[in-house]
């Protein structure tokens, strides 16, 4: 049984169906919900999995403009668990602050991307166990990944090319979202309605509409999420 520490920012950005990963594969969980004034784990030895989620914080808000966000503290965990040989996944802000944690500056995307896109893998992630056919993923950011000088990306998308980079083999940060459910991106929807102005639909058209985003499906991305999941846990961690 894998033993999985969720970090959460945001009480409308959830882990989605990496959750229902884990309720298939009867792994544990264990949560540091950061909006409810959750402590991060400390030591790391009860973690196999480290998940950090997204949220609408970037990795140089302070703790002055969000006082239970604390990116530092975060980064610092994040470099202890991928010394310590642990599994670490990071998902959007989570992906950002694991480039951060090993020395790699948060950078802004040439597009803002809303919606479900096509994500394309590079011959670097054709080649890696994590890698599958060309699909759509959904997608809510407007930064990107820095990358460490032995990071290797693995798929871009037309708005974006850093969507899946793999900074360890122990280590992948996903800018995209393949845990995206309809209850998920609902919330996230009903939580930032100004995203998606009449004005920002038709300027940026990697902005797609409520309706389309809700009437999208989300089981080819799930797929790929959970033989994703299966095939990092089942590798080696570094001794």
Same mark, same amino acid.
């Given at each position: 049984?894998?033993?999985?520490?969720?970090?959460?920012?945001?009480?409308?950005?959830?882990?989605?169906?990496?959750?229902?990963?884990?309720?298939?594969?009867?792994?544990?969980?264990?949560?540091?919900?950061?909006?409810?004034?959750?402590?991060?784990?400390?030591?790391?030895?009860?973690?196999?999995?480290?998940?950090?989620?997204?949220?609408?914080?970037?990795?140089?808000?302070?703790?002055?403009?969000?006082?239970?966000?604390?990116?530092?503290?975060?980064?610092?965990?994040?470099?202890?668990?991928?010394?310590?040989?642990?599994?670490?996944?990071?998902?959007?802000?989570?992906?950002?602050?694991?480039?951060?944690?090993?020395?790699?500056? @948060?950078?802004?995307?040439?597009?803002?991307? !809303?919606?479900?896109? +096509?994500?394309? =893998? %590079?011959? &670097?992630? $054709? /080649?890696?166990?994590?890698?599958?056919?060309?699909?759509?993923?959904?997608?809510?950011?407007?930064?990107?990944?820095?990358?460490?000088?032995?990071?290797?990306?693995?798929?871009?998308?037309?708005?974006?090319?850093?969507?899946?980079?793999?900074?360890?083999?122990?280590?992948?940060?996903?800018?995209?979202?393949?845990?995206? @459910?309809?209850?998920?991106?609902?919330?996230? !929807?009903?939580?930032? +309605?100004?995203? =998606? %102005?009449? &004005?920002? $639909? /038709?300027?940026?058209?990697?902005?797609?509409?409520?309706?389309?985003?809700?009437?999208?499906?989300?089981?080819?991305?799930?797929?790929?999420?959970?033989?994703?999941?299966?095939?990092?846990?089942?590798?080696?961690?570094?001794?």
């Amino acid at each position: 049984m894998l033993r999985v520490h969720y970090i959460i920012h945001e009480s409308y950005e959830s882990a989605g169906a990496i959750e229902e990963w884990v309720a298939a594969r009867g792994h544990s969980a264990s949560y540091s919900r950061v909006y409810e004034g959750d402590k991060l784990p400390s030591p790391v030895e009860d973690i196999d999995l480290l998940v950090v989620m997204g949220g609408p914080q970037s990795a140089s808000t302070t703790k002055e403009e969000c006082p239970y966000f604390d990116a530092e503290a975060e980064k610092k965990l994040i470099k202890t668990c991928v010394d310590a040989g642990k599994k670490v996944f990071g998902v959007c802000l989570g992906a950002q602050l694991l480039g951060e944690a090993l020395g790699a500056k @948060t950078e802004h995307s040439p597009s803002k991307e !809303i919606g479900c896109f +096509p994500v394309f =893998f %590079t011959k &670097e992630g $054709l /080649q890696d166990s994590c890698s599958r056919k060309p699909l759509v993923m959904g997608h809510w950011h407007s930064d990107m990944p820095g990358l460490t000088d032995d990071a290797v990306v693995l798929a871009y998308s037309e708005g974006c090319p850093r969507q899946i980079i793999r900074y360890k083999p122990n280590a992948y940060g996903f800018q995209c979202h393949c845990e995206f @459910t309809k209850q998920t991106v609902l919330q996230m !929807i009903n939580q930032s +309605p100004e995203e =998606f %102005t009449a &004005e920002n $639909l /038709q300027k940026n058209r990697f902005i797609q509409s409520p309706n389309d985003i809700l009437n999208f499906d989300y089981s080819e991305m799930n797929a790929f999420l959970f033989g994703f999941l299966d095939d990092f846990i089942a590798q080696p961690s570094p001794s």
